[in-house]
T-cell receptor
Framework: GNSVTQMEGPVTLSEEAFLTINCTYT??????LFWYVQYPGEGLQLLLK?????DKGSNKGFEATYRKETTSFHLEKGSVQVSDSAVYFC????????????FGQGTELSVKP | NAGVTQTPKFQVLKTGQSMTLQCAQD?????MSWYRQDPGMGLRLIHY???????DQGEVPNGYNVSRSTTEDFPLRLLSAAPSQTSVYFC?????????????FGQGTRLTVV
C-alpha cells in the first residue's frame, strides 16, 4: 500500500540554522508529493509540491526535491526563522487511486531566537 | 472569500451522544474529504466525496457517516460517540489526484468525548 514516513520530532533549532526534515514514501503508481504546514491553532496549508521525479518544489525559502531512486522528498531551508515554528506534514497522492492524500505523522519544528 | 468553513470549533460530548460536524466550502470544488488528526499519527482519511451524491470510505470510517447532497456541504455524523473519537477533525476540499491540485483545509473541530 501507500505510506509516508517522516523523521520524528520535535526538532528544535536556533534562528538562522539549517533545517532538514526527512520524508520517505512507498507508493504503487506514480505519486505526487507534498509538504503541508500547520501553524498553531490552524488548519493545514500547502507549502510546496512536486508532481514528477527530479522536480523541485519551493516556497518561502523551503525546498524539496522528488527523488524517485531513493523514494524521498526531504524538506530543507537554509536559514530558519522563529515564524517557521509549526508542524510539517509530508504527503502523497496517487493518480487513479481517487486522489486521496496519505500523510506522514508530522514533524514539529520549534525555532528559538 | 471564506474558503472552507467548519463548525463548531470546539465540542464536548458524552459517550453515546450523536452529533454532526459541519463543513461548507465556497470554492466550487468537487472533491471533499474528512480527516482526523491524532498525536503521532498524522492525518487519517475518514470519508471522502468526489461530487454531490457520491461518497466513499477512507482509512478509518467506522463510527462515522457522511452524505453529500450539494457541492457546498459535506457534514460528518458521529452516530454514537466514543472516547476513541476524541480528536481534531479537518475538512478539506480539492486535492484531487488526477489534477494534482492543492487541498484546502478548514481550521478544524476539536472534539472531546467523555
Amino acid at each position: 500500500g501507500n505510506s509516508v514516513t517522516q523523521m520524528e520530532g520535535p526538532v528544535t533549532l536556533s534562528e538562522e540554522a539549517f533545517l532538514t526534515i526527512n520524508c520517505t514514501y512507498t507508493a504503487t503508481g506514480y505519486p505526487s508529493l507534498f509538504w503541508y504546514v500547520q501553524y498553531p491553532g490552524e488548519g493545514l496549508q500547502l507549502l510546496l509540491k512536486a508532481t514528477k521525479a527530479d522536480d523541485k518544489g519551493s516556497n518561502k525559502g523551503f525546498e524539496a526535491t522528488y527523488r524517485k531512486e531513493t523514494t524521498s522528498f526531504h524538506l530543507e531551508k537554509g536559514s530558519v526563522q522563529v515564524s517557521d515554528s509549526a508542524v510539517y506534514f509530508c504527503a502523497l497522492s496517487v493518480i487513479n487511486q481517487g486522489g486521496k492524500l496519505i500523510f506522514g505523522q508530522g514533524t514539529e519544528l520549534s525555532v528559538k531566537p | 472569500n471564506a474558503g472552507v468553513t467548519q463548525t463548531p470549533k470546539f465540542q464536548v460530548l458524552k459517550t453515546g451522544q450523536s452529533m454532526t460536524l459541519q463543513c461548507a466550502q465556497d470554492m466550487n470544488h468537487e472533491y471533499m474529504s474528512w480527516y482526523r488528526q491524532d498525536p503521532g499519527m498524522g492525518l487519517r482519511l475518514i470519508h471522502y466525496s468526489v461530487g454531490a451524491g457520491i461518497t466513499d470510505q477512507g482509512e478509518v470510517p467506522n463510527g462515522y457517516n457522511v452524505s453529500r447532497s450539494t457541492t457546498e456541504d459535506f457534514p460528518l455524523r458521529l452516530l454514537s460517540a466514543a472516547p476513541s473519537q476524541t480528536s481534531v477533525y479537518f475538512c478539506a476540499t480539492g486535492g484531487q489526484g488526477t489534477l494534482n491540485t492543492e487541498a484546502f483545509f478548514g481550521q478544524g473541530t476539536r472534539l472531546t468525548v467523555v
